[in-house]
Structures are given as C-alpha cells and as structure tokens.
T-cell receptor, first 115, second 112 residues
Framework: DTEVTQTPKHLVMGMTNKKSLKCEQH?????MYWYKQKAKKPPELMFV???????INESVPSRFSPECPNSSLLNLHLHALQPEDSALYLC??????????????FGDGTRLSIL | SQQGEEDPQALSIQEGENATMNCSYK?????LQWYRQNSGRGLVHLIL?????REKHSGRLRVTLDTSKKSSSLLITASRAADTASYFC????????????FGKGTMLLVSP
C-alpha cells in the first residue's frame, strides 16, 4: 500500500465528459505533483504545487486543470480530452520542495482511457 | 525532454544473479534518484545520491555516481523474482527545488 492515495484507479470517459482525478496524502508533505505516463515510457511532469500554490505548469493544455484545495489534497479536473490523453496519471508528494534532495512518494495512479 | 538515458533498455537474468543498470545524463545535477515501478503500479523510491557522493548502499542495492562522466549505475545483488520491474533513474536538476526528470527506464526480468 502506498501513502499517497489516488482515486479512481480506472476511468473511462468520452471526449465531451468532465471528470476529476483525486489525490490525497497525510504525510504532511507540502509539495505535490501530477505526472502523465504513457505505456512503456517514463513519467512526464505536468504540474507542481508548493504550499498549495501552483509553481510549475509544464505547458500542459488547458483541458487539464489542477487544483489544490488544501495541503493534503490535489485534484486534476479533466474536460474535453483527446484520445491521446489516455495514459496513467500519477500523483506524487515530497516533504518540502524548497529544500531539495528529497524523494518523491507516488500513488498507484489513475489509468485513464478516452473513448 | 529526457535527461537520463538508461541502458540496457531490457535485462533478463536468473534468480541469484546480479543486475546492473546504467544511467547517463546531460547537465549538472543536484542529486540523482532511482525508482522502481511494478507493472500497473506507481513508482517506489529506492535510493537518492547527492552530487557530492560517489557511492551509496541500501540493502541489496548499490548506487554509484560519477559526475565527471555524468553517469550513475544501480547494482542489485542476489536478485529475486520479486525484483522484476522497471527501474528509472531521475535527475533533480536544481538546487533548492525538487523537480525530477526521468530517464527512459530499464525493464528487468528475473526468472526463478
């Protein structure tokens, strides 16, 4: 079991649907991350939140909208996605992004399929 | 863009053998980290080595870092079938912030 919990584990949605991915951690970490991982590829960073504020957006299309309601929760709102957005979406957290030299703790991801 | 490049891309060994994976990177780093990913699961952090360290051990894992060659290696000794997974190196490029860039990974298969 991981200490970062992601829901749902699987999601199938149409291109016109609106859905949200959720991530939760209770380790007191103040940095949280969203990654996208295609099959047989490494994770690619999408967003970074530090102290509940968005600090990095890696040129992600606006159909992906992150939200950090509090220090334990991270959401990724999805709207009008394309088939190429089908992937494993991973959430991670680390203690304090400002201090560096820290490992990231990953959830098991949400496997997203766009029809 | 990818910072780290692992080799081999795939490695198949028998239980009890050692497995060595290599990672090369292109720019200066703050630290280098190794992660394991079992099929359909998230990544698990294995070991972090700072830019001023040359070698680090954790159980059956041994990591080396050569900043002059911009390369690192991960050695798994006395491998087990449960070690079957993909292994990624990840470089942390900046001091003070943790932003990882992952290599392409090595798929390790350990046969009983």
């Amino acid at each position: 079991d991981t200490e970062v919990t992601q829901t749902p584990k699987h999601l199938v949605m149409g291109m016109t649907n609106k859905k949200s991915l959720k991530c939760e951690q209770h380790m007191g970490h103040r940095a949280m991350y969203w990654y996208k991982q295609k099959a047989k590829k490494p994770p690619e960073l999408m967003f970074v939140y530090s102290y509940e504020k968005l600090s990095i957006n890696e040129s992600v299309p606006s159909r992906f909208s992150p939200e950090c309601p509090n220090s334990s929760l991270l959401n990724l709102h999805l709207h009008a996605l394309q088939p190429e957005d089908s992937a494993l979406y991973l959430c991670a957290s680390s203690q304090d992004r400002d201090r560096g030299n820290q490992p990231q703790h990953f959830g098991d991801g949400t496997r997203l399929s766009i029809l | 863009s990818q910072q780290g490049e692992e080799d081999p891309q795939a490695l198949s060994i028998q239980e009890g053998e050692n497995a060595t994976m290599n990672c090369s990177y292109k720019t200066s780093i703050n630290n280098l980290q190794w992660y394991r990913q079992n099929s359909g699961r998230g990544l698990v952090h294995l070991i972090l080595i700072r830019s001023n360290e040359r070698e680090k051990h954790s159980g059956r894992l041994r990591v080396t870092l050569d900043t002059s060659k911009k390369s690192s290696s991960l050695l798994i000794t006395a491998s087990r079938a449960a070690d079957t997974a993909s292994y990624f190196c990840a470089t942390d490029l900046t001091s003070g912030y943790s932003t990882l860039t992952f290599g392409k990974g090595t798929m390790l298969l350990v046969s009983p």
